[in-house]
């Protein structure tokens, strides 16, 4: 799922600086065209169009890195909760394996009162 969005976000990346690279050639090309000024309203209409789509490209990139970042903070704290768990297990399996010694010592002094009386 961490790739699926890094790939996702790594497209829309692509795809808003492509956006961007046509808007900038469209304007320029608006700019220095020497046609009517009903040529240049429709190119001036597209180029608006454009600016839109890349501003909701910005948005979705910016959503996405957000997302992203949000996940690799569960996925950060998912390990460690995963690692503590895994640290308590091993010390309740170290004191289980001394149980058997503690039963012996406390038995050992019950059996040496036995002894000595």
């Given at each position: 799922?961490?790739?699926?969005?890094?790939?996702?976000?790594?497209?829309?990346n692509?795809?808003l600086?492509?956006?961007?690279?046509?808007?900038?050639?469209?304007?320029?090309?608006?700019?220095?065209?020497?046609?009517?000024?009903?040529?240049?309203?429709?190119?001036?209409?597209?180029?608006?169009?454009?600016?839109?789509?890349?501003?909701?490209?910005?948005t979705?990139?910016?959503?996405?890195?957000?997302?992203?970042?949000?996940?690799?903070?569960?996925?950060?704290?998912?390990?460690?909760?995963?690692?503590?768990?895994?640290?308590?297990?091993?010390?309740?399996?170290?004191?289980?394996?001394?149980?058997?010694?503690?039963?012996?010592?406390?038995?050992?002094?019950?059996?040496?009162?036995?002894?000595?009386?």
């Amino acid at each position: 799922m961490k790739g699926q969005e890094t790939v996702k976000v790594q497209d829309l990346n692509e795809e808003l600086q492509k956006s961007k690279s046509e808007l900038t050639c469209l304007y320029n090309e608006i700019r220095g065209l020497p046609g009517t000024t009903k040529d240049r309203d429709h190119f001036l209409i597209a180029y608006d169009l454009l600016q839109r789509e890349n501003s909701e490209l910005e948005t979705k990139v910016l959503k996405l890195s957000q997302e992203f970042e949000q996940l690799n903070h569960f996925t950060v704290g998912r390990k460690t909760a995963a690692a503590n768990l895994i640290t308590s297990e091993n010390i309740c399996k170290d004191l289980v394996s001394k149980l058997p010694n503690l039963e012996v010592d406390v038995q050992s002094p019950k059996e040496e009162r036995k002894e000595l009386w």
